[in-house]
């Protein structure tokens, strides 16, 4: 928007990229209130170089410095950037997907909304990673999850709240700030979720997926047993992590190489 800061992007491009390769726009996590760039570099250099594709992540404002709509509206400002040098970077703009985890998960989902009210920006894929999307926090699972070592109703709670600015909960969130509160998600980009049976957003998770479905949307959802959050990075070597990982990566190389 006009008077908003410059939004810087990181890209990562693999030695030998092909001209016209497809592409994925990163949004790392920290339930809208920590993280950066860096924290994601492994994961996109990785993606980067496996599938040989350019990977791009987004540093966007946090809260509660910066609440809603900055952080998304952020996300939206280094996409558009992003689709709208295609031709300089080399990219193909027709396959560019988009993901992210946990509040970058949430972002993704409020920015396919975005993009497809915008009508500005295609996007060919959506990949949600146990994704924050339900300010209510009022599912079975946010309730079941207490543990401290782990992201919990108390900090979900709290994350809403700095991203909302205390409104969380209320009659009037917009659906790009939360997805879960939309009701018209017909014309969304395909989509694959991915959640752990022991997360708090596993219900939400579901929901969503099912939502989608019913509008029309092509979606996968895959939970798998005694997963939390963030457990595919704390617990990289389990076979569950490893098995994650590998469905993840597959779904995206099926979403930009026309296998899916």
Same mark, same amino acid.
């Given at each position: 928007?006009?008077?908003?800061?410059?939004?810087?992007?990181?890209?990562?491009?693999?030695?030998?990229?092909?001209?016209?390769?497809?592409?994925?726009?990163?949004?790392?996590?920290?339930?809208?209130?920590?993280?950066?760039?860096?924290?994601?570099?492994?994961?996109?250099?990785?993606?980067?170089?496996?599938?040989?594709?350019?990977?791009?992540?987004?540093?966007?404002?946090?809260?509660?410095?910066?609440?809603?709509?900055?952080?998304?509206?952020?996300?939206?400002?280094?996409?558009?950037?992003?689709?709208?040098?295609?031709?300089?970077?080399?990219?193909?703009?027709?396959?560019?997907?988009?993901?992210?985890?946990?509040?970058?998960?949430? !972002?993704?989902?409020?920015?396919?909304?975005?993009?497809?009210?915008?009508?500005?920006?295609?996007?060919?894929?959506? !990949?949600?990673?146990?994704?924050?999307?339900?300010?209510?926090?009022?599912?079975?699972?946010?309730?079941?999850?207490?543990?401290?070592?782990?992201?919990?109703?108390?900090?979900?709670?709290?994350?809403?709240?700095?991203? !909302?600015?205390?409104?969380?909960?209320?009659?009037?969130?917009?659906?790009?700030?939360?997805?879960?509160?939309?009701?018209?998600?017909?014309?969304?980009?395909?989509?694959?979720?991915?959640?752990?049976?022991?997360?708090?957003?596993?219900?939400?998770?579901?929901?969503?997926?099912?939502? !989608?479905?019913?509008?029309?949307?092509?979606?996968?959802?895959?939970?798998?047993?005694?997963?939390?959050?963030?457990?595919?990075?704390?617990?990289?070597?389990?076979?569950?992590?490893?098995?994650?990982?590998?469905?993840?990566?597959?779904?995206?190389?099926?979403?930009?190489?026309?296998?899916?």
């Amino acid at each position: 928007p006009e008077g908003a800061p410059d939004v810087m992007v990181r890209t990562y491009r693999p030695a030998g990229l092909p001209t016209n390769a497809p592409a994925f726009y990163w949004i790392h996590g920290g339930g809208m209130v920590l993280g950066n760039v860096e924290m994601s570099d492994p994961y996109c250099a990785g993606i980067a170089a496996q599938l040989n594709i350019l990977v791009a992540s987004v540093e966007y404002r946090l809260a509660p410095e910066h609440p809603y709509p900055a952080p998304i509206e952020d996300c939206y400002a280094g996409l558009k950037w992003f689709a709208g040098a295609a031709s300089e970077l080399g990219i193909d703009s027709a396959r560019i997907a988009i993901g992210g985890g946990s509040a970058g998960g949430g !972002l993704c989902a409020g920015l396919a909304l975005l993009a497809r009210d915008r009508g500005e920006i295609d996007v060919c894929f959506q !990949l949600l990673v146990y994704p924050m999307i339900d300010d209510r926090n009022i599912s079975n699972s946010s309730h079941a999850i207490t543990d401290p070592r782990l992201w919990n109703r108390e900090k979900n709670t709290i994350g809403w709240s700095s991203y !909302l600015a205390g409104n969380n909960g209320g009659e009037d969130v917009p659906v790009y700030a939360a997805p879960a509160r939309a009701t018209n998600l017909e014309g969304l980009p395909p989509a694959y979720i991915n959640v752990g049976a022991l997360d708090l957003f596993v219900d939400e998770s579901i929901d969503y997926a099912q939502a !989608l479905n019913a509008a029309g949307v092509r979606t996968e959802l895959h939970v798998y047993p005694v997963a939390f959050h963030g457990s595919p990075n704390s617990v990289s070597e389990s076979p569950i992590s490893q098995q994650w990982a590998a469905d993840q990566q597959n779904a995206l190389r099926g979403a930009l190489f026309g296998d899916r």
